[in-house]
């Protein structure tokens, strides 16, 4: 496959431990919201140590961008992408991923597991098709919710925004894990898509719940 090295434009934090970062896009380089690419980092040790991460950028941008979780107590590849500044490289391949979006449903969230839902909502957004979508997004705690300003914008334009945090009590949202108690509550429709994505024990957990509950397994569509 194709590697093209491309220098970082602009990076800031989304939270407390998520990374932004605007890279150069290649010419011709075309990918479809929810998709992803292998990248590394353009220096001696690290540029063979790929690893998958997902467009929140839109195909029609004239830059690629990507939000990324950091784990600085790993001291692995997202650690030192703690030290990246303007002008560093990274080392990209071709695109790839299995959510792509279909038609109006559930987007299931947990934590990072957003990061290929951004691009797709923010697609459907420029299109004006928020409205009849949901989002349920789950998280630790109220600062570990990645864009939440720009979903509560999404909100106002019609997609119906459920966050849920498991770590924290707080009145301004649910208080709670995602079961089949809490999806039988939210969800009057199980006969539509279901978008899922988040760690490999919440992606498991939810596709049984939903197909217990009645969801159609052509219809639910996975990522972790």
Do not use: W
């Amino acid at each position: 496959m194709k590697e093209r090295i491309v220098k970082i434009i602009l990076t800031d934090f989304a939270t407390h431990d998520v990374k932004r970062f605007v890279v150069e896009k290649p010419k011709n380089y075309k990918f479809i919201p929810g998709q992803a690419i292998d990248l590394s980092i353009n220096l001696q040790d690290y540029k063979d140590k790929k690893r998958p991460f997902t467009f929140t950028s839109l195909n029609d941008d004239n830059h690629l961008e990507f939000t990324i979780k950091t784990y600085k107590e790993r001291n692995g590849m997202t650690a030192k992408m703690l030290e990246l500044k303007n002008g560093d490289e990274f080392i990209i391949l071709e695109p790839f991923g299995a959510i792509q979006y279909k038609s109006k449903g559930v987007f299931i969230a947990g934590g990072a597991g957003i990061t290929p839902f951004i691009a797709i909502l923010r697609q459907l957004k420029k299109e004006n098709r928020l409205n009849g979508n949901t989002l349920i997004f789950s998280n630790k705690t109220e600062k570990d919710i990645i864009l939440k300003k720009e979903f509560d914008e999404f909100s106002r334009l019609g997609l119906n925004v459920i966050y849920t945090l498991t770590r924290e009590k707080n009145a301004k949202y649910e208080n709670r894990r995602i079961d089949a108690n809490f999806l039988r509550e939210k969800i009057k429709n199980f006969n539509q898509h279901f978008y899922v994505c988040g760690p490999l024990r919440f992606v498991g957990e939810i596709q049984y719940v939903l197909q217990k509950l009645g969801a159609n397994s052509d219809k639910i569509v996975l990522e972790s």
